[in-house]
């Protein structure tokens, strides 16, 4: 999302500085874009068509040509469609995003409902809450940095995480004057601006935040005209509630109940209120989506949804792209026949877009409806998941394995067919910068090699299977840049001419009365969820239910709890740990833990120690580090040979989202 100056020395990049000229852009720049030529110009970028000579796993290849490359991929995909069915074809997207909807068309086109993505296990959960809550058109909802009076940034360090846009709109709401509350177990440089910091016992959101619904309510700070006239279901939640008492809230969390009656009052009494949450820290657990939608209905109890400075606020006229990632939905066709089906139930409602591929091993290992015979990728990382081992064991197996990626990373070590993909520089773009400017980024250098956008190789793959892409179709990724302008009244060519230039047509302002015209069944904000309560399963209660992880797990083998989900300024999940300049600004991975809890295990600084789980362990480096809060440990997530992932149990899941 940065805007980036590059300077160019016989066609290569050799410095990057941020842009300060263009909208929106304030000169800034975080290390992992000043690295950005250590990435494009890393050793293990794919550079040309490759087959694997060796055995899987081995990284064995040799140079192919893109012809025989893309027959090979499409031939596999022909021959499995007649002999079982397409459905036999799984299509799996990782971190690419700008092609959803066209992936979404092909897949649809091919006839296989099994495609899916990252998001089973990044995204998706807190939409889920989010859309339970408050309507199905409803995704991850941006803070209202600029209107806001008191602001709650619940499981975020946007200082680290998101610093140029997310920590610069954070800083903006700070010097405006705006109160800042911070729900983090860590301490970290966005809670020394806060001016109250609940530090929960990880996992301990949803009792929190149904702790200060108690306080709101029985202090009469809740909006009764709000909650009559736009909510469903209030008087169960108001009962269920009832039973969070500051005491036992305390218990459960490990938070002050003085903090978090507080907390409550000034989210309820020194409105607008809004929240900055991520899309994963609080979802990713057992009680994940119930988590998120007790935090989010904090909002609409109050009375923030939908207004100016609270959460989902009324927005300015806008220009709008085609098929833009977050606000474009293609569903699947004939979802009902994916692979693990029935699993999810609110899944499979909420978000019928794509399959939920968690259990990705076992579909691999035969143990779904039915075989995957063969897996077709974008941007795969089978680090990303838990258990990389169990996915390693069913890479092996599947009949047909292709990837393409711009990193040799250990996912394609795996694959019978590699596809190297061009990076953003190699690619030219179309983008909006604020509201209503539209800019076209041409190609920022030549690429490498044999590299192709993605687009270029849906298109290929498209054409020998026999269908075509777009509407009107793609014959060149030119023709789909012009698709993509089509909402703003623009062509490609003026807008090459100009470079920049305001769109003619533009989408009217977002008002309060347009946000509470809310898609759920109901047609008002849910405080029981009639989507969750219909599928009747074991916890999918309407209310926001807490669950608390303790009462399943061996607590007493295994007493303290593992944090896999802070960052580091410098690190972008497994990506950035190979880019010199970055990896070695600090040793990681390393096991964190509290003085107090080093004392107890007789840990010093710098020693090996074991960190075992019921499903494994793993020696690594511990270091003392008083902002971790007492009997938690963090490790940061990502790192090849140190990955943490194989330390979490695949099969330990939120059953609402399926979310590890």
Not at 386 to 399: A, L, N, T
Not at 576 to 605: F, G, M, Q
Not at 632 to 653: E, K, S, T
Request: charge should be negative.
């Amino acid at each position: 999302d940065c805007l980036l100056d590059f300077y160019i020395k016989d066609g290569k990049i050799i410095k990057t500085e941020g842009n300060c000229t263009l909208p929106g852009a304030n000169g800034r720049v975080c290390v992992k874009g000043a690295a950005i030529k250590q990435a494009l110009y890393n050793p293990d970028r794919i550079l040309y068509p490759m087959k694997r000579v060796g055995k899987r796993g081995e990284g064995k290849f040799e140079r192919i040509s893109w012809k025989e490359a893309l027959d090979t991929i499409a031939e596999k995909m022909q021959s499995v469609k007649e002999a079982y069915g397409p459905e036999q074809t799984m299509v799996y997207v990782g971190h690419p995003k700008w092609f959803r909807p066209q992936i979404t068309e092909f897949v649809n086109k091919y006839g296989t409902p099994n495609y899916g993505t990252e998001s089973s296990t990044c995204a998706y959960a807190l939409m889920m809450a989010n859309q339970c809550n408050f309507g199905q058109n409803i995704m991850l909802i941006p803070p209202d940095f600029g209107r806001c009076r008191t602001l709650v940034v619940w499981g975020v360090n946007p200082l680290y995480s998101n610093s140029v846009k997310g920590g610069a709109g954070f800083l903006h709401a700070v010097d405006r004057g705006a109160k800042v509350i911070v729900v983090d177990p860590k301490c970290t440089p966005t809670t020394e601006y806060a001016q109250l910091h609940l530090r929960p016992i990880p996992g301990t959101d949803g009792a929190l935040a149904l702790g200060m619904a108690r306080v709101i309510i029985t202090e009469n700070l809740h909006d009764c005209e709000y909650i009559e006239k736009y909510t469903y279901g209030y008087e169960e939640y108001r009962d269920y509630v009832m039973d969070f008492t500051p005491e036992k809230v305390e218990e459960i969390t490990g938070v002050p109940k003085s903090d978090m009656i507080r907390a409550a009052r000034m989210i309820a009494a020194e409105g607008p209120t809004s929240i900055m949450l991520s899309a994963s820290p609080v979802v990713h657990n057992i009680n994940g989506v119930q988590n998120g939608r007790a935090i989010g209905l904090l909002m609409a109890l109050t009375g923030n949804f939908g207004i100016p400075g609270g959460f989902a606020g009324p927005g300015p006229a806008r220009a709008m792209l085609k098929d833009s990632f977050m606000g474009t939905k293609k569903d699947r066709e004939h979802p009902e026949k994916g692979v693990n089906y029935g699993e999810f139930p609110a899944w499979d409602k909420l978000t019928s877009v794509e399959l939920q591929v968690e259990h990705i091993a076992d579909f691999l290992l035969g143990n779904g409806k039915y075989p995957i015979r063969n897996l077709i990728s974008f941007g795969m990382n089978h680090h990303m998941w838990p258990r990389p081992d169990r996915i390693e064991e069913g890479m092996k197996q599947v009949e047909f394995f292709s990837c393409a990626d711009l990193y040799m990373n250990d996912t394609c070590k795996y694959a019978d067919i590699l596809l190297p993909v061009a990076v953003t520089q190699e690619r030219e773009q179309v983008e909006l910068l604020g509201p209503q400017m539209v800019y076209y980024q041409p190609k920022v250098v030549e690429n490498q090699g044999e590299t192709k956008n993605d687009m270029e190789i849906l298109l290929e793959l498209a054409k020998r299977l026999g269908f075509t892409l777009g509407n009107p179709t793609y014959r060149t990724y030119e023709e789909y840049l012009e698709d993509r302008l089509s909402p703003t009244g623009l062509t490609l060519d003026e807008l090459k001419e100009h470079g920049m230039m305001p769109a003619k047509h533009i989408m009217p302002a977002r008002t309060t009365e347009d946000i509470m015209k809310v898609h759920t069944p109901t047609g008002k904000i849910e405080f029981v969820s009639t989507i969750l309560k219909a599928c009747k399963k074991e916890w999918h209660e309407g209310v926001p239910a807490y669950h608390d992880f303790r009462e399943t797990l061996p607590m007493k083998e295994y007493p303290l709890i593992l944090s896999t989900g802070s960052r580091k300024p410098q690190l972008f999940h497994s990506r950035t740990y190979r880019l010199p300049w970055l990896v070695n600004l600090e040793d990681c991975p390393i096991v964190e833990l509290h003085p107090e809890d080093a004392e107890n295990y007789s840990v010093k600084t710098g020693e090996m120690v074991t960190l075992e789980t019921p499903v494994g362990q793993m020696d690594m480096e511990a270091v003392m580090n008083s902002s971790c809060l007492q009997g938690a440990v963090n490790v940061y997530h990502g790192a090849g040979n140190y990955d943490i992932n194989f330390l979490i149990d695949d099969q330990y899941i939120d059953p609402i989202s399926g979310f590890p």
